[in-house]
């Protein structure tokens, strides 16, 4: 008997779940005081001056507060764009994660992503004088670098790292060039690092673990 595929936007139930906490919290945030808003995302977001702080003189807690924004800044969004392009590509791909690799492994790479993105940005930009980071796209690319690991029994090799390399170079053209500032109005740049960073995080964690066929 033939298995039919599932559409990508049928998600799994903690894909579901995860995308609606996104939307959650950035409403939550948008109906706040702006006093109260900024706050959060000064508190929040992964930055890159404190973080480099702590790790000049590292203690227990330090790293666990770093760890702490290193995950936070995942549900911080600059607009309802950022918001929703993250949105759309967690239900593509964190949808056949989930759906091939299990909720355990979907929420640890998830995680482990995020925090590859994080800290990729953290070390191509730690000596420029610092920034904010947030916004789950590390996670999200995470997502998509274990869904090339899922494609390789059906596409071949060849297709899928000719994918993977005209994703990250459309990454690395918008987040180098003034095309990234015009996309976000001016008032932020793309982290084609933290992008990247998941990626390469996802595809190769998703190694570790053994999916279920597509």
């Not at 791909?93 to 992503?113: K, N, Y």
């Given at each position: 008997m033939e298995k039919s595929e599932e559409p990508a936007f049928n998600a799994p139930p903690v894909t579901k779940y995860l995308v609606a906490t996104l939307i959650g919290v950035h409403i939550l945030l948008l109906v706040t005081e702006p006093a109260t808003r900024d706050w959060f995302y000064a508190n929040l977001s992964f930055d890159i001056a404190t973080s480099t702080a702590i790790l000049q003189t590292p203690t227990g807690g330090g790293i666990a507060a770093l760890f702490f924004t290193a995950t936070s800044h995942m549900f911080l969004h600059d607009?309802?764009?950022?918001?929703?392009?993250?949105?759309?590509?967690?239900?593509?791909?964190?949808?056949?994660?989930?759906?091939?690799?299990?909720?355990?492994?979907?929420?640890?790479?998830?995680?482990?992503?995020?925090?590859a993105g994080a800290?990729?940005?953290?070390?191509?930009?730690?000596?420029?004088?610092?920034?904010?980071?947030?916004?789950?796209?590390?996670?999200?690319?995470?997502?998509?670098?274990?869904?090339?690991?899922?494609?390789?029994?059906?596409?071949?090799?060849?297709?899928?790292?000719?994918?993977?390399?005209?994703?990250m170079g459309v990454n690395l053209v918008i987040g180098l060039s003034p095309l990234g500032q015009m996309l976000t109005g001016g008032d932020a740049t793309i982290s084609w690092a933290a992008h990247l960073g998941g990626f390469v995080a996802g595809g190769a964690l998703s190694l570790l673990f053994r999916p279920d066929p597509v």
């Open positions: 607009d309802f764009m950022h918001l929703l392009i993250n949105a759309f590509m967690l239900l593509a791909f964190g949808a056949m994660v989930e759906r091939h690799f299990g909720v355990a492994t979907f929420i640890s790479l998830f995680l482990l992503c995020g925090w800290f990729s940005e953290y070390f191509v930009s730690y000596d420029a004088g610092g920034g904010y980071l947030y916004g789950a796209s590390g996670a999200v690319f995470g997502m998509m670098g274990a869904t090339m690991r899922l494609m390789f029994p059906k596409y071949g090799l060849q297709k899928v790292v000719a994918f993977a390399a005209v994703m």
